[in-house]
């Protein structure tokens, strides 16, 4: 479930409206922040860059907080609420909670999925809602778009041969360059054993395996042709899970992950009924099977859950080399708590004795619940980082599962929300030109504020000016460190009729030219004579 009980809190956000902060590193265990003084999502804000992220604050922080040096990579997180100021994208964050990136002018709602190896290189996944809003039960029809170090599209992928297009809890992108995808067409059912009509419906969800290249579908699975609705433990005719109408379909099966395995196998994962791993392997034909090889968990579990490893409501289950598995236990939903706090589990299962046991938990700093989404992920150095879905927190964890520290984006009670939080390496360097705004507050002083949206090799900044139009001639004017999203600089002087910037690089090498801009506003390009100097990305 995605957007849990956002109405709820509907008031709540006109009475408590976030507070901005001009843009500053993360907050270190601020008690105003985490009990609402300062709003259920407060933000940041900047002189001219037209953007207001969330401002984190680092509920548990480290010693060096809000540095948090320890940690390598960006975050790579997607808010989800009524109460955000800022919203149809998700960010790139440093660990210091300030911003590198935000996947604006996709859509209304745009969930940033993380990287993926895409034909050898590292891309940049979204899922973009087709202008529906998803729904209570949290799922929705869009596409995927993979973007490239530059930010520029060199793929889009949805679902072939559906009624709907991909839903946003999933894509994995395959070492055979395919996407696997989750979709939620409605069917038509017998329901009358459940309560419902004879000629009932259900979200009838369906992993498919696309080709990237053509976008046709090698493989899809439907859940009705393999699961009875007989399995699921989520009531039938609630608000939450649908009442069995062409309309409030019931959501019987709730797939929320997949995963293809190197010997062709997909995992499956049903917040409905537990894990579900099924035979793909190719038949003659070249024809899949969706034969379920076993199931983990629910009514009709091939495996014995040892003490610790018991897991309901589960999300992002993925295989983690040869007999180990982590994966989200939510251990609670709207209607029910199975266990005091949710956890990031890792578990070692054996495949000849058919048992699962606990390898190590993570616990929320709070011990609290989440009643839907949330992710794990291992790290290559066998640390963690556990998104707490519903609940607007993810944490870091050492290697055996004890946690390290722990960020917020919202309040608590909100209802804002993050399906997944990853922590991934990235490098960004934009097509696009970077951005400025020259403004002259005090005679004989320029300030002008420049940014990059998605740069992550920006070390500084030069200010460059010129006196004529034709011919633009630029002259070094001042520089400035590059610290925050939005870096100010300044020249004390006169002379000067358009101003230009130029992102340098640690080595002092530019990256890219912005265009030139005049005090009016007036924008020209850059001068024919400047080139870059900072080696392609490779």
Wanted: proline share 5%; with cysteine.
């Amino acid at each position: 479930m995605l957007l849990h009980s956002l109405s709820t809190f509907a008031l709540l956000t006109l009475l408590s409206l976030p507070l901005s902060a001009i843009a500053s590193v993360a907050y270190c265990n601020n008690q105003d922040y985490e009990s609402g003084a300062l709003g259920e999502s407060p933000y940041q804000s900047y002189n001219a860059a037209p953007f207001q992220p969330v401002q984190l604050n680092y509920a548990l922080p480290t010693a060096d907080c809000p540095s948090n040096s320890q940690v390598s990579g960006y975050f790579m997180i997607s808010p989800l609420g009524t109460g955000l100021h800022m919203t149809g994208g998700g960010y790139i964050m440093n660990p210091n909670g300030t911003m590198v990136y935000f996947s604006s002018g996709f859509g209304s709602v745009v969930i940033l999925r993380g990287v993926f190896t895409y034909q050898g290189e590292d891309h940049l996944g979204i899922w973009v809602s087709d202008g529906s809003i998803p729904t209570p039960s949290g799922h929705g029809s869009g596409w995927n778009i993979l973007l490239d170090r530059s930010y520029n599209t060199v793929a889009t992928i949805t679902t072939s041969g559906l009624s709907v297009g991909a839903d946003l809890h999933e894509l994995h992108i395959t070492s055979n360059n395919t996407a696997i995808i989750t979709a939620y067409p409605t069917d038509e059912t017998d329901l009358s054993a459940y309560g419902g009509s004879t000629t009932g419906y259900v979200l009838n969800p369906v992993a498919q395996e696309i080709d990237i290249a053509t976008g046709e579908a090698i493989f899809t699975w439907k859940a009705l042709d393999h699961v009875s609705p007989s399995e699921c433990y989520a009531p039938f005719g609630t608000t939450s899970t649908g009442y069995g109408t062409a309309t409030d379909p019931w959501d019987y099966f709730h797939m929320n992950s997949i995963q293809k395995n190197d010997d062709g196998t997909y995992l499956i994962s049903s917040r409905q009924y537990g894990h579900t791993p099924f035979d793909a392997r190719l038949l003659t034909g070249d024809q899949p099977t969706g034969e379920i090889l076993w199931r983990m968990g629910g009514k009709n579990s091939n495996f014995t859950l040892n003490e610790g490893a018991n897991f309901t409501w589960q999300h992002h289950a993925r295989f983690r080399g040869s007999g180990q598995l982590s994966l989200f236990d939510n251990g609670a939903t709207e209607w029910e708590q199975d266990i005091p706090y949710s956890q990031g589990l890792l578990l070692d299962y054996d495949e000849s004795a058919m048992t699962v046991s606990l390898s190590s938990a993570r616990a929320p700093y709070d011990r609290t619940n989440t009643v839907s989404q949330g992710s794990v992920e291992l790290l290559s150095d066998g640390t963690s980082v556990v998104g707490w879905g519903a609940m607007p927190y993810f944490s870091g964890h050492d290697t055996d599962g004890n946690i390290i520290w722990s960020a917020q984006f919202a309040v608590a009670s909100s209802g804002i929300a993050s399906y997944r939080v990853f922590l991934n390496d990235w490098t960004g360097r934009p097509s696009t030109p970077p951005s400025h705004q020259v403004t002259s507050p005090f005679s004989g002083n320029i300030t002008v504020y420049a940014w990059w949206n998605g740069a992550t090799e920006v070390a500084s900044w030069e200010l460059l000016g010129s006196r004529l139009l034709t011919p633009l001639k630029a002259t070094s004017l001042s520089n400035a460190s590059k610290t925050d999203f939005e870096t100010t600089l300044v020249y004390s002087g006169s002379g000067y009729a358009y101003y230009q910037v130029a992102a340098l690089n640690a080595n002092g090498q530019v990256l890219k030219y912005s265009n030139f801009t005049a005090l009016d506003g007036t924008t020209f390009g850059p001068a024919d004579n400047q080139t870059v100097t900072a080696a392609p990305l490779s």
